[in-house]
């Protein structure tokens, strides 16, 4: 089969397609072809080798994919011909991923679904999903009628908790670096897009003047303390990303989280999206009541550099989907 395999950092695109062996069906696993998969800011990082230390190369890159399945074993819940999804689970990581024809994937981790829609829409969801929908159920307990600030509200899993949070019946402050980005932000559904620049904070009180109920944290340390000191007592912060690069810091204290402020984080898997919730979500976007947030769509594993470069970028809103025909 053709997949792209990289022994050691390099740039986008450096990221072509290769002969490698199709994976061969043991138990517990269902071999699956790839239709589409979407492209994110981990599989970057990684391919520049600055991945956390269960990456290690060579590594087929890609932590979420859609597909059908090709083969099983005879005692298998799956049949080949039925779609399934899966993200996570150290794919592209201590595993090979899904920027490849075929995929061999723990039949645990796999989510049956039902869809007519294109592979396209569907590849864009897994881990969007799953991420967002865990740090808002898990991670920070949503409910109806709070008031949830979005701390990189542009980035793919940003967009999408903004829409789900929205059908939870939240109201959504998010924000971007970038003024461009705005409008699309509230053309999909967020109260409140709010530029990330000196007078945030100043912008945020005079939206929830005493303070927020949750934060949702996807941009890291560099900001973190700051949307702490915005969310009210009794009130729930989620670390669940790190766009600005910085996982960890030196000399951290629970000190230093406000008093009456309770901190947690979310780094789940696929489990973490059960397969009834992730049908109602396709059942949604075919009866256009949800909208998926899409940036560029790209077609065969030969484009997966341009997708990576495009998403490096910055300039871009949305999901980069590549579909396999």
Known sequence: MKAIKISHPCAADEL????????ELKPGYAL???????????EVTSRKGESSPDF???????IERVGVISATNPDSKFRPGQKVATMMG???????GSYAEYML??????????????????????????TSYGSLTEGLH????????????????????????????????????NESKLAKMKELGVDYPLLDDDQFEECVMKVAPDKVDKVLELVGFTTLFQDMGLTKKGGLVCFTGSLGGQWTMDNFSP?????????????????DLPAEYFNQVLKLVEEKKLVVPIAKVYHGLAEVGAAQANL???KFSGKHVVVLD
């Not at 072509?16 to 994976?23: R, Y």
């Not at 290690?56 to 890609?62: C, T």
């Open 56 to 62: 290690k190369y060579p590594r087929i890159l890609g």
């Open 16 to 23: 072509v397609p290769t002969e490698v062996a199709t994976p």
């Open 105 to 130: 994937i723990k039949e645990e981790n796999l989510i049956p679904f039902d869809s007519d829609l294109d592979w396209a829409t569907i590849g864009a969801l897994p881990e969007m999903l799953q």
């Open 142 to 177: 949503l409910q109806k009628g709070d008031t949830l600030l979005i701390r990189g509200g542009s980035s793919t899993v940003g967009l999408m908790a903004a829409v789900q949070a929205q059908r939870m019946g939240a109201t959504v402050i998010a924000t971007s670096r």
């Open 90 to 96: 150290g794919m592209g990581r201590a595993i090979d």
């Open 32 to 42: 699956v072809k790839v239709k589409a998969f979407g492209v994110n800011e981990s």
């Open 255 to 271: 000190w230093m989280i406000p008093t009456g402020v309770f901190l947690t984080g979310y780094a789940g898997e696929s489990n």
């Open 312 to 314: 490096e970028s910055g």
